[in-house]
């Protein structure tokens, strides 16, 4: 009989395995493992629907603050943000903002420094339907004040929209496509 050498259980409705590390070279076997492990969750997730948890995984080389919300009626957004016309370098901040709350919370999807025209990578959240999307952008140059900007998208359970933000630093077009999460 073939087999596993050991018992395997789960107890667990979900799990989500993570295997994260830290590039350190060419090779795979040169990178720093940051985290690796599994979360669990079970039939107790009905009661953070809509409830936005936080959680931290250490490992030997760090941290990783993650955020999770579990949606009853859910669509998929995959958010893409394009830079052109760039006139100077600025600091970006994407978040979307879930608003069904009480309280508003933000996800952070990029922050960094743009300072070329470009496309950041596609980013896919989780949106009710039939709600609004709501993505904020903060803009910082060097010298002067924060600049925040938002657009927000009707969720649908098919098709794309998109809308572009002008900016003194640059132009920022952002694409939302909608797909089902359930076939």
């Known amino acids: 009989m073939t087999g596993p050498k050991r018992g395997i259980g789960m107890v667990a409705d979900v799990i989500f395995e993570f295997d994260m590390r830290i590039k350190n070279g060419e090779k795979e076997e040169d990178d720093l493992q940051l985290i690796d492990g599994i979360i669990e969750i079970d039939d107790n997730v009905v009661t953070m629907i809509g409830t936005p948890r936080a959680f931290r995984l250490s490992g030997d080389c760090g941290s990783v603050d993650m955020s999770m919300a579990i949606f009853d009626n859910a669509v998929e957004a995959t958010v893409e943000v394009a830079i052109s016309e760039l006139h100077y370098g600025f600091d970006l901040s994407l978040s979307y903002v879930l608003s069904e709350l009480e309280e508003n919370r933000e996800f952070q999807l990029f922050g960094g420094t743009i300072g070329e ?65 359930i076939a």
Not at 118 to 135: E, P, S, Y
Not at 140 to 169: P, R, T, Y
């Open 117 to 181: 025209s470009c496309g950041l990578r596609r980013f896919v959240v989780a949106v009710n339907l039939d709600t609004l999307m709501h993505l904020k952008f903060k803009v910082h140059k060097e010298g002067s004040n924060l600049v925040e900007h938002c657009c927000s998208f009707e969720s649908n359970l098919h098709g794309c929209a998109s809308q572009e933000i002008k900016l003194e630093e640059a132009s920022i077009l952002v694409k939302v496509t909608w797909s089902p999460l």
